[in-house]
């Protein structure tokens, strides 16, 4: 006993000092309940000096010496926030008084009933009191779990920020730690009305016995009275909620206005804590969270939110704590869970809504089909990643979160299930799928690779017209083992876009020199080698000033450049300056590729063409290559493409992606890059009637995709590559064949042309 007292000798107040600052226990007490009278006064104390509330043991309510002690004991070991402080006490000539920090507001039951106490007021309260409650019982197992026993709204003390404070330790119990469950056989104590049932009749005694309790003070502050004055009334409350007539009973004079969606959420969690069977009953750490939305949803009223944050907040997983509407808005572009942890949501900078749906929500599960559940990979859902090892599977998907009048992007989000080596490859997929209630099958060849390592192919296209979208999706098969992750609904300006020069806006036929902001610097943008430019000029090339040559070499000009015998086999090279003074140079088909015997081709001559011929290959079954190149006649130091420039006899031969590969003489690099020489199809869904149903709403420039020029010729880009601060650098071979090794045919090729990027 010797050791256990001078634990606490810290904390020793003198008994002459209380009936100093009581007048001799002669003032008037502030409140009192079941351990006594509590009294208001200055004392010096354990953490200094300052104004405290005293309690004062009378043995006639029942507690005596083992309610003091325990409490004593429990405050000085548990200490929480919303749990009241003990600052000292008092242990001389009979009496026992406890010294705590002062709740200037008194106790939640004598403002049960003002109207001065707010909707939005009354639920913080509750929060505080249950955040309280949820460390005694401790879930995570961190320190032995204490069961309260007397939770009421008398024992939940207010601070002058009306900050709630839990008090009221000495009728306590300790479980053990680390326990789901902790029940205990033990006299029944605490006070009619708020007694768990199950605890009042059978004396065993549970965390749940404490929600129970705390359910009933919830009812109280929804209500505006006690539990019990003639009558028990909890029972009367739980039917008028279970009929749906919570208005009945709830307190007339709450402040208005009140958010509908919070009174649900409060009188949910009020109502599922009262329940008789202990099962039914929810956590504290679960009454938290509901509480914690029941706020957000009353301070998205008081705030003025517009309602679809309002509609989103109603379904977000874990609440977001903010102060503003500003505040919120910053914490959407990093993403936030929604639908019970199923669905990933956020808004970019331009307020546009992206949605992706775990694949296990959307998931159409047919009987007889083996859907393999794995967490092998890593998801930003818990619930894991289901493998389609056949792909053939069918998704329903539904979302109500997308903007109005923005064109949207449906993509499948996957990860193959076999190990790929190279990223290039892992964008290969073919797969295969029909929309609900269409006939025609769509076939989706190469993906986009995300930031977070996954890859997101595109089914199909429509703008939102912000109303929720149902959507039924068929796979039939793909040449690929997946592990899909959901289903993205993504607006299609967050493609990630390559910035367009104006060079690349105007391919071809570059602009007179009567454009001003062409003109500005022109003298500088003039290479320095000109004189020896233009003695390699093909044709003759007449201007009389600076000026005027400028304008020619940003028109263009056919030049004979390099060795003799590149001279010799060619038609020239197409020579011309972009906007920045950079060096542009377009090959012909007979410099740029090698054609072998093996290929059936022709040589056709033609105006269509600027250097009056174009190759047709007819058939090939080998690789098309593109000669390696020594850029002497580039800028130096520059970021070079490399464009294809072509035309096809038959667009229907060409849906699949082209391989590229960098090559050097009979070795070729592992990585490669995929180009299409005709853009992909893609579905358009709720088009209007003049859309054709399978171009696309909305297709940024990308790498690999074709483009049309200004001369009727189509280009896409296949390689790009840095020059050097000298001229002796080389450009490797460029091998180009069907991504699935098929025969080409009918491609019509003018020549390569590498331009600044």
């Known amino acids: ?73 429990m405050l000085t070991r548990y200490s929480h926030e919303n749990l009241i402080s003990l600052l000292g006490f008092c242990d001389e000539a009979g009496e026992k008084i406890i010294v705590y920090e002062l709740a200037s507001n008194g106790s939640l039951d004598q403002h049960l009933s003002s109207p001065d106490l707010t909707w939005e007021q009354r639920i913080k309260i509750c929060l505080g009191a249950a955040k309280g409650l949820r460390f005694l019982h401790d879930d995570k197992g961190i320190h032995q779990r204490v069961i309260h026993r007397d939770v009421k709204s008398s024992n939940i003390l207010l601070n002058d920020e009306w900050k709630a404070k839990v008090s009221d330790m000495g009728l306590s119990k300790l479980g053990p730690a680390n326990q789901e469950h902790t029940a205990l056989f033990t006299n029944v104590v605490g006070t009619l009305g708020y007694l768990d049932p199950v605890y009042l009749h059978q004396g065993v005694l549970t965390k749940e016995s404490d929600v129970y309790s705390f359910g009933v003070v919830l009812f109280e502050v929804l209500c505006g009275r006690l539990c019990f004055s003639n009558r028990n009334l909890v029972p009367t409350w739980k039917q008028s909620y279970k009929n749906k007539k919570i208005h009945t009973i709830m307190f007339q004079d709450l402040t208005p206005p009140m958010e509908m969606t919070s009174l649900e959420t409060f009188s949910d969690i009020a109502f599922q804590c009262v329940q008789g069977s202990r099962e039914k009953r929810p956590t504290m750490s679960h009454v938290v969270e509901k509480l914690e939305m029941a706020l957000e949803f009353q301070q998205c009223l008081d705030l003025k939110l517009p309602k679809e944050y309002v509609n989103i907040l109603k379904v977000v997983t874990t609440p977001l704590r903010h102060n503003s509407l500003e505040e919120l808005r910053l914490l959407f572009p990093n993403g936030v869970f929604l639908d019970a942890g199923k669905t990933w949501f956020s808004i970019n900078d331009k307020g546009e809504h992206s949605v992706l749906i775990s694949i296990d929500e959307c998931l159409i599960r047919e009987a007889g089909k083996d859907y393999t559940y794995s967490r092998d990979y890593i998801s930003r859902f818990p619930v894991g990643i289901y493998s389609a090892y056949e792909c053939k599977f069918k998704a329903h998907v539904r979302t109500q979160f997308l903007s109005p009048n923005t064109t949207y992007s449906v993509k499948l989000v996957y990860k193959h299930t076999v190990r790929r ?241 960098e090559t050097y003489g009979d070795q070729s690099k592992s990585e490669f890059s995929h180009v299409y020489l005709v853009s992909p199809q893609t579905p358009v869904i709720r088009q209007k009637v003049d859309e054709i149903p399978h171009k696309p709403l909305s297709r940024p420039k990308l790498k690999g995709l074709p483009q049309q020029r200004n001369d009727l010729w189509m280009e896409v880009q296949v390689h790009e590559f840095q020059t050097t601060d000298t001229s002796e650098g080389f450009i490797w071979d460029l091998e180009v064949t069907h991504c699935e090794n098929r025969i080409l045919h009918g491609l019509i090729l003018q020549g390569v042309e590498y331009r600044p990027i």
């Open 1 to 73: 006993m010797e050791s256990f007292m001078k634990e606490f000798e810290h904390l020793k107040i003198s008994l002459e000092e209380i009936k100093k600052v009581t007048n001799n226990f002669n003032n008037k007490p502030i409140g009192s309940g079941g351990f006594g009278e509590v009294y208001e006064g200055e004392l010096s104390h354990s953490k200094g000096r300052s104004l405290v509330a005293i309690k004062r043991l009378d043995r006639k309510f029942g507690q005596g010496d083992s309610e003091f002690w325990k409490e004593i004991v």
């Open 421 to 661: 080596f190279t990223r290039a490859s892992k964008r290969i997929i073919e797969l295969q799928y029909k929309l609900e209630g269409e006939t025609k099958t769509w076939t989706s060849y190469l993906a986009d690779e995300r930031e977070d390592g996954w890859y997101a192919v595109e089914l199909c296209q429509f703008i939102s017209d912000g109303t929720p979208v149902n959507l039924d999706i068929i796979f039939e098969e793909s040449a690929k083992h997946l592990a899909l992750e959901g289903i993205e609904f993504q607006s299609t300006i967050n493609v990630e876009e390559r910035h367009v020069s104006d060079d690349e806006k105007q391919v071809d036929m570059q602009p007179p020199l009567s454009y001003s902001d062409d003109n500005a610097y022109w003298e500088q943008k003039l290479p320095d080698d000109y004189h020896e430019i233009m003695k390699q000029s093909k044709d003759k090339v007449e201007w009389k000033t600076k000026k005027e040559l400028y304008s020619v070499f940003r028109q263009g000009f056919l030049i004979n450049y390099g060795s003799f015998l590149e001279r010799l086999f060619n038609d020239g090279q197409w020579f011309s300056l972009d906007k920045n003074g950079k060096k542009c140079l377009m090959l012909p088909a007979r410099a740029a590729f090698k054609v072998n015997k093996t290929m059936k081709t022709r040589w056709i001559q033609s105006d269509d063409s600027r250097f009056g011929e174009m190759l047709t290959i007819k058939e090939t079954v080998e690789p098309v290559y593109l000669n390696s190149f020594k850029y002497h006649a580039l800028s130096l130091s520059t970021k070079y493409a490399c464009y294809l420039v072509y035309k096809l006899q038959d667009q229907s031969d060409f849906e699949l992606p082209l391989t590229v590969r």
